[in-house]
Structures are given as C-alpha cells and as structure tokens.
C-alpha cells in the first residue's frame, strides 16, 4: 500500500485529500484496478520479450535462449548481424580461417573444392582460376596456364614443370610423341626436322634414311648426278678423283672379236663388274619379287631399249655397267644382261651372262642370263625371273652358246655352271 494525494471532485467543488491505498473507491474499482496492474505486468514482460534491443534481427528473447548479446548486435564479430548468423557465438562456423561474414560459404571450409581452405585461397568462388584444366590445389602456378611454356595447359600436360620432356628439341606441345624423340627412327632428333619430315624417314624419297642422308632436302647431296639412295659416297661427287664425277662415269672404249658365232667384246668377262662402286649402291637397291627384278624406289632395271646403231653409231658397241646405270639404264640386250649379273653378283646370288640365239637357224642372236637363287637356277630376261628347266623347255628355239661372268671368261655354255 501507499499514500497519495488526489484531487476529489463533489458538487462542483474540487478537493484535495491524501489517501491510502485504494483510499476514496469502492470494492469494484480495486478489482479493476488490481487486474489492470497484473496485465500491464504481463504485457510490459511480453514486450520486453519481442523486442530488439541491438536492432539486429534477433529479438531479445531469443538472445537471451542463445546466448548472444542484447546490446550487441554482432556478438561474435564476424561481420553477419546475430539475427542472420546461424552461429552467432561463432565467429568462423566451418573452421577454414575465414570470418564467416567474408566467407562465401561458410559451412564449408573449401567453397569451391580446388584443395585449398578458403582462408587460403586468394580465389575461393573460382577452383581452376587460370582456366587450364588444374585444380588450383594442385596447380603450381594457379595464375598461369602453361608454366612451363611448352604450348600444352597444364591440364593436359603429363610433364608440367618440363617443356621438352624427351629432349628432342622439340617443345612438347608441338610433339606428336612426348616419350619418343625420334618418331620416325631415321637417326635425327624430331627438333632437327621440319614438320612435315617428322614422321617420314626418308623426307626426300631418295632411298636414304634422313639420320644418314647429307642434305634430307636433296635427292643428291653432292651433285655428282646419283641419286643418294644409290650413291655409296653421297658426300663426296668424285670419291675414286679420277675426274668425273661418279654419276657420270666414263663409257669403255670397245674391242669386238668375231670369234664364234656371235660378236662380242674381246674382253667380255672384265665387263661383269660387281664391285663397281655405282654397281654395288644398285645392288644395295635391288629387290626380287613376284618372279622380278626391281629396284627400291619401284623403277624397273631395265628402262630402254636402244640399238647400238642408234647410239653409237656401230653395229655392236657394249656399255660397261656403271656408264648403262648412270645413264638412264637404256641400251640392248648385252648392256641390261651385263649390268643386270654384276648387281645380282654383288648382292651374293651366283650369275652367268649367256649369249645365243633365240630362233631356229641361228638367228634372232642375243644376251640374257642365268642366277642362282637360294639353290634355284633362273633365267632372267628384261627384268622376268622364270625357273631355268621350265624356262628351256617351254622356249625350245632359244640356244645358249656362250656364257660368262667376272671370273669365267667368255667361252661355251655350260648348263651345270659352278656357283662359287
């Protein structure tokens, strides 16, 4: 209870009178009264509840259940306002060193999942920051693409930190084979060719792999007028310094003997010569298939032919070997079966130069040979390979008279010919 002093109103005058309590009403104004001061408590509790002290978006009620402060309205200070921070009394909610009001997600520690925590991370929204296929967890250079500036993202290079990973002189980017330095195995690095010679061993189709080729850009490195694939001395023009250069040999002056049936040089067998220098780079050329000669780069051995008369001027003139291959290989009968016997006896297959006549009477004469082949005896004509026994027999006008070869001087045929 308490006293007051309250102003009274009674027939029109007012007066004042101190009271006690509830002094001066009736039992039903207490009641009133008394109800009213309970409900302005409850109230007055109701409003203190919902209100928001700090203006945070966190009523006080709230704070006061969760812990955080009334009168503060970002309690643990990282930058997010209480009543928007689902951990206000926790500064950095997912532990990554970030203030949860900086982190872009801050219930994870790594937000955009390259490796690195974002308090780290200088591009935490951003996992392959230079774009070049690598997480920049594990990119050794996330504001670099190509660190080790070999044409190739580091993304998709194996080698990141090396630009030449075979040491070929080629950077790996412009590599076709990171593991093989020589692609094409002709002997030279992939960065000592061009790019269109990196995968042919043989850029200037000159029969000579690149690697041992002088000048890979030239069928004839040393211009002496053969071709390198079948120059045993492609470096040097002249290797023998008697003058000429090798592609152009000199022609055999010729002696012919009437003796026998058929003319023929006096000196025949020095004729088959297999160890010419232009013979033996052909013979390193020769290939014998499907029952024929031929030689590597798909020419055939014989090109021409071309009488005597026509050439020279004689009725028989023989073309030494080398003189009928540097020369386009045109000539007659003798000239092919000559040239066609000192190359096959250069690559180790036993020869004879046969001459004849190949119509009834002794007419039609000419020249052909016969070579062993892995124990079988051939005749060869113009290039054609035919077993000899069936050969004779389905040509029953041809008649050989005379054979030869480099160590055999020109005499009668014998059909069982030694072979060494």
Known sequence: MYKR????????????????????????DRRHLTFGAVMGGVLGAGYL?????????????????????????DSDGDGIMDGSDPAALNPDADGDGLLDGLDPDSGNPDTDGDGIGDMADPYPTRSDYDNDGLLDGKDPDMENPDVDGDGLLDGADP????????ADGLLDGL?????????????LLDGDETNACIYNPDCDNDLLIDGEDPNPDSTDSDGDGLMDGFDLYPRDADHDGDGNLDGSPALRDYSSS??????????????????????????????????????????DLFQRYERDIDQFNESDYWINPDNYLANGRVGDCEDYALTASSILIARGNP??????????????????????????????DYDSLVERDAFYESHTDWNPLYAFNDEVEYGDYEADWATA
Do not use: C
């Not at 046969?354 to 000419?366: A, S």
């Open 5 to 28: 002093e309250i102003e009274l109103e009674s027939d029109g005058e007012r007066r004042s009178e101190l009271v006690e309590g509830y002094s001066g009403t009736n039992d039903l």
């Open 49 to 73: 509840a919902t209100a928001d002290f700090d203006k945070d978006g966190a009523s006080n009620m709230s704070e006061l259940l969760g812990g955080s402060k009334l009168l503060n309205p």
């Open 159 to 166: 080698y990141i930190s090396e630009a030449d990973h075979d």
């Open 175 to 187: 590599d076709p084979d990171l593991e093989n330095p020589d692609v094409d195995g002709d002997g």
């Open 258 to 299: 009437s003796s026998g049936l058929l003319l023929h040089a006096r000196d025949a067998h020095e004729y088959v010569d297999p160890d010419d220098p232009v013979v033996l780079g052909y013979a390193n050329r020769l290939e014998i298939e499907n029952d024929e000669l031929r030689l590597a780069d798909g020419t």
């Open 351 to 380: 020869s004879m130069v046969v001459v004849g006549f190949t119509q009834p009477n002794n007419e039609g004469g000419h020249a052909w040979l016969e070579t062993d082949i892995d124990g079988t005896r051939y005749v060869v």
